[in-house]
């Protein structure tokens, strides 16, 4: 069964502090995504990959760095965290006919 | 602007009644696609329907790409359909994962 797995699922961090969420596909798809969503915006897309080594700004990337060091993993990385970046954090999967999400990840930035 | 606008943004229903969702977006899209997120946050794909009409179960999607909208008609609701149904569409043809969200309708179903 088509998976992706993130971690952690909740995470406190303080403003100014690094902050790593992680995401593991078992899927085998080149394509890899993260969104967040916040009240009122539905979900957000923020940086994506087409395979290992590769990342891609989405639509609201200032502020986060992607990491794809393979094809299963996917790394969101927030080098300086903000009050503004509390929200969940979903992770994906897809191919050109079917996409699989994460859990998500319930950040606060305190 | 928002690409992609759903309505009503919150619905309630007695058990059995059928609900109709409304999706309109501004850009061509490649592919439209509706989701359920239920109560917990889990999202899963219903449909994938750029044109047409498409059914599966209770679920029927209908598409007019030439006036950029689209429907999602749950009939013969269940309490456990209560959660957000979100609408997204793909305007680069590519894979599907490159989306904008509408920001969703929550339907709640009363017993």
């Known amino acids: 069964e088509a998976a992706v797995t993130q971690s952690p699922r909740n995470k406190v961090a303080v403003t100014g502090g690094k902050v790593t969420l992680s995401c593991n596909q078992t899927?085998?798809?080149?394509?890899m995504y993260w969104y967040r969503q916040d009240t009122g915006h539905g979900l957000r897309l923020i940086h994506y990959s087409y395979g290992a080594g590769s990342t891609e700004k989405g639509d609201i990337p200032d502020g986060y760095k992607a990491s794809r060091p393979s094809q299963e993993n996917f790394s969101l990385i927030l080098e300086l965290a903000t009050p503004s970046q509390t929200s969940v954090y979903f992770c994906?999967?897809?191919?050109?006919?079917?996409?699989?999400f994460g859990k998500g990840t319930r950040l606060t930035v305190v | 602007g928002q690409q992609v606008q759903q309505s009503p943004a919150s619905l309630v229903l007695q058990e059995g009644e059928n609900a109709e969702l409304q999706c309109n977006f501004s850009?061509?899209?490649?592919?439209l696609q509706w989701f359920y997120q239920s109560p917990g946050g889990s999202l899963v794909s219903l449909l994938s329907n750029p044109s047409g009409t498409k059914h599966t179960g209770r679920l029927t999607s209908t598409t007019v790409t030439k006036e950029r909208r689209s429907s999602l008609h749950i009939s013969s609701s269940q309490t456990t359909d209560s959660g957000t149904y979100l609408c997204?569409?793909?305007?680069?043809?590519?894979?599907?994962?490159?989306?904008?969200f509408g920001a969703g309708t929550q339907l709640i179903v009363i017993p």
């Open positions: 997204a569409i793909d305007r680069w043809g590519s894979a599907l994962g490159r989306l904008h």
């Open positions: 850009s061509t899209a490649t592919q």
């Open positions: 994906a999967s897809a191919t050109n006919t079917e996409v699989f």
């Open positions: 899927n085998n798809h080149n394509n």
